[in-house]
């Protein structure tokens, strides 16, 4: 903190010399009146720290991030859109055929019936994920119990809440603004954006398995005709050629007829393999990164806890051992009931309909209160 202080009140005094020295232009008092107020609020407030002053000088990038996101989030939706539907044309276009041509009935079978189930979770629910509202709290007066209250919004914040600068409002049990979604996820959708993740991830998974052969194929292919077509350079390979008599005679006549043998490589052969490779880049890739993600989320599932509890859990973690005692999440009420609670898993059959079809029912409770760990130990008895 000392370094940090003296750093500002050098500033501070930069500042006011700046000002009595040179007469500044009108259009430049205004933002420089607000930079002093910047750090005059900062300066002499107790509570500031380092990481206070931090955050205060990242809020410039925070904002252009927001504005970005806000401005660009129908493009990100388009995007999620395009590709998906592009993977889904290849794979239709390319894999469909061969594994129709190639394989047992037992394999076609669980090949048609596993894509197409994955096909239709993806679709749903990133439908629901984008269309469903993550849930806000009252506007007007109620009974709701509540935490703080929104500076931004001027209204109570149920616990579990909080402000989204993109959306401008605050959001019950946020998790994070997605930008693929162009949408919150909070109380409502928080499960749609979980098995929206979970489903791509086992979809990409399983056409980057699956096309892993293809792919090596048409890299090979592309690139055998690539040195073939280099090789050629200045060389007729037609019969055409060997007729008016510009062909070399001899052995390389002969490995020129070797060559115009092998079936030609046509446009729609390059487009085929070019497909191929860009289906498997892209489904690799999208496996690993959005696997990542998965698991983080699932992670904090198991936990009871939401991105940005994480966060604040983690803190006062570290707050409470400074103190020689433990810090207990009020929301996690056990691992398996996490996941019971999340998926609203309330009866055996529900494992099944409520997490490996699509199902639209609401998630547990209002969002508005929580059952808080240990008052209610069994929520779901399953
Ligand atoms: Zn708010
Ligand atoms: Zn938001």
Same mark, same amino acid.
């Given at each position: 903190?000392?370094?940090?202080?003296t750093?500002?009140?050098?500033?501070?005094?930069?500042?006011r010399?700046?000002?009595?020295?040179?007469?500044m232009?009108r259009?430049?008092?205004?933002?420089?009146?607000?930079i002093k107020l910047?750090?005059k609020s900062?300066y002499f407030?107790?509570?500031?720290?380092s990481?206070?002053v931090?955050?205060?000088?990242?809020?410039?990038?925070? %904002?252009?991030?927001e504005? @970005?996101?806000?401005w660009f989030?129908?493009v &990100?939706?388009?995007?999620?859109v395009? #590709? *998906?539907?592009s993977?889904i044309?290849?794979?239709y276009?390319c894999?469909l055929p061969l594994?129709l041509?190639?394989?047992?009935p037992g394999?076609i079978m669980?090949?048609i019936c596993?894509?197409?189930?994955?096909?239709v979770m993806i679709?749903f629910?990133?439908?629901?994920?984008?269309?469903?509202?993550p849930g806000?709290?009252?506007?007007m007066?109620?009974?709701v119990p509540?935490v703080?209250?929104?500076k931004k919004?001027?209204i109570p914040?149920?616990?579990?809440?909080h402000?989204?600068?993109?959306?401008?409002?605050?959001?019950?049990?946020m998790?994070?603004h997605?930008? %693929?979604?162009?949408n919150? @996820?909070?109380h409502y959708?928080?499960r749609y &954006?979980?098995s929206?993740?979970?489903? #791509? *991830?086992?979809?990409?998974m399983y056409c980057s398995i699956?096309?892993?052969?293809?792919?090596?194929?048409?890299?090979?292919?592309i690139d055998?005709?690539r040195?073939?077509?280099?090789?050629k350079?200045g060389?007729?390979?037609?019969?055409?050629g060997?007729?008016?008599g510009?062909?070399?005679?001899e052995?390389?006549?002969g490995?020129?007829?070797?060559?115009?043998?092998?079936?030609?490589?046509?446009?729609?052969?390059?487009?085929?393999?070019k497909?191929i490779?860009?289906m498997?880049?892209l489904t690799s890739t999208?496996?690993?990164?959005l696997?990542a993600?998965?698991?983080?989320?699932?992670l904090l599932i198991t936990?009871?806890?939401t991105s940005?509890?994480r966060?604040?859990?983690?803190?006062?973690?570290?707050?409470?051992?400074k103190?020689?005692?433990?810090?207990r999440?009020p929301?996690?009420y056990?691992k398996?009931n996490n996941w019971?609670?999340?998926f609203?898993v309330e009866?055996r059959s529900?494992w099944?309909?409520r997490?490996f079809?699509?199902?639209?029912?609401t998630p547990?409770?209002?969002?508005l209160?929580?059952d808080?760990?240990?008052?209610?130990k069994?929520m779901?008895p399953?």
């Amino acid at each position: 903190m000392r370094p940090c202080s003296t750093v500002m009140h050098l500033l501070l005094r930069c500042m006011r010399g700046c000002c009595r020295r040179s007469r500044m232009p009108r259009s430049l008092r205004r933002p420089l009146s607000y930079i002093k107020l910047i750090f005059k609020s900062l300066y002499f407030n107790s509570l500031t720290n380092s990481e206070v002053v931090f955050d205060s000088m990242l809020e410039p990038v925070f %904002w252009m991030v927001e504005i @970005v996101t806000r401005w660009f989030g129908m493009v &990100f939706v388009f995007l999620v859109v395009a #590709l *998906t539907s592009s993977v889904i044309f290849i794979a239709y276009y390319c894999l469909l055929p061969l594994v129709l041509q190639t394989y047992s009935p037992g394999w076609i079978m669980w090949h048609i019936c596993y894509g197409h189930w994955i096909i239709v979770m993806i679709a749903f629910h990133y439908y629901k994920a984008t269309s469903t509202p993550p849930g806000y709290p009252p506007k007007m007066k109620t009974d709701v119990p509540f935490v703080s209250v929104c500076k931004k919004c001027i209204i109570p914040k149920p616990a579990r809440s909080h402000h989204c600068g993109i959306c401008k409002t605050c959001i019950l049990k946020m998790d994070h603004h997605c930008p %693929w979604l162009n949408n919150c @996820v909070g109380h409502y959708n928080h499960r749609y &954006f979980f098995s929206f993740c979970l489903f #791509l *991830t086992l979809g990409c998974m399983y056409c980057s398995i699956s096309g892993r052969n293809l792919f090596i194929d048409a890299y090979n292919a592309i690139d055998h005709f690539r040195h073939m077509e280099a090789e050629k350079q200045g060389v007729p390979v037609t019969g055409i050629g060997l007729l008016i008599g510009i062909a070399p005679s001899e052995g390389v006549a002969g490995k020129v007829l070797q060559e115009v043998s092998q079936p030609p490589y046509t446009n729609k052969d390059r487009m085929f393999h070019k497909s191929i490779i860009y289906m498997w880049v892209l489904t690799s890739t999208v496996s690993v990164a959005l696997g990542a993600l998965t698991l983080w989320h699932a992670l904090l599932i198991t936990r009871g806890e939401t991105s940005i509890e994480r966060h604040i859990n983690h803190k006062e973690t570290k707050r409470l051992a400074k103190r020689g005692k433990v810090y207990r999440n009020p929301f996690s009420y056990g691992k398996l009931n996490n996941w019971k609670v999340f998926f609203g898993v309330e009866k055996r059959s529900h494992w099944l309909t409520r997490i490996f079809l699509p199902s639209g029912h609401t998630p547990y409770g209002d969002g508005l209160t929580w059952d808080i760990y240990p008052l209610k130990k069994d929520m779901m008895p399953v």
